[in-house]
């Protein structure tokens, strides 16, 4: 399930809350199901556990998982809510970019294409 790219300039940890993150918005792990526990983890994807626990521990501090002592950690209640206000919070950021692409000579159509292209990427057809 999850992968891990050792020649990616992003580290082990942000890659894991990177999938764990596009796991939950995707709809592949819900609210209140257990994630693998840090050692089972780390042995399949042969990373140090302090690695793992490192990337729990984030998930953890910003409410995305939840740790029950002696069972694991889980999906919280509140993890799809969470990270779709988070992930909406980066509209202006790429409000700035379309303008400076914008300014690049790319065009509104080639815009709208990539935006369209998205939208097909994820299999939402409410726009057609």
């Known amino acids: 399930m999850f992968q891990i790219d050792a020649m990616s300039r992003q580290p082990v940890y942000e890659q894991l809350i990177n999938q764990i993150e596009h796991f939950i918005l995707t709809g592949i792990l ?13 042995l399949e994807l042969s990373v140090n556990p302090n690695t793992i626990q ?3 521990s984030e998930l953890d501090r910003r409410g995305i ?17 969470i990270l779709s206000e988070y992930k909406r ?15 690049a000579g790319v065009t ?4 709208m294409q990539c ?14």
């Open 108 to 111: 509104k159509e080639q815009m």
């Open 89 to 103: 919070q980066k509209l202006s950021k790429l409000e700035e970019l379309m303008y400076e692409l914008s300014l």
């Open 30 to 42: 819900s609210t209140k199901e257990q994630i693998p526990s840090v050692r089972s983890l780390a």
């Open 65 to 81: 998982i939840y740790s029950v002592p002696g069972k694991g950690c889980f999906i919280s209640d509140d993890a799809h809510r």
């Open 54 to 56: 490192k990337a729990y």
């Open 115 to 128: 935006i369209e292209n998205v939208f097909k990427r994820k299999g939402d057809s409410e726009n057609d």
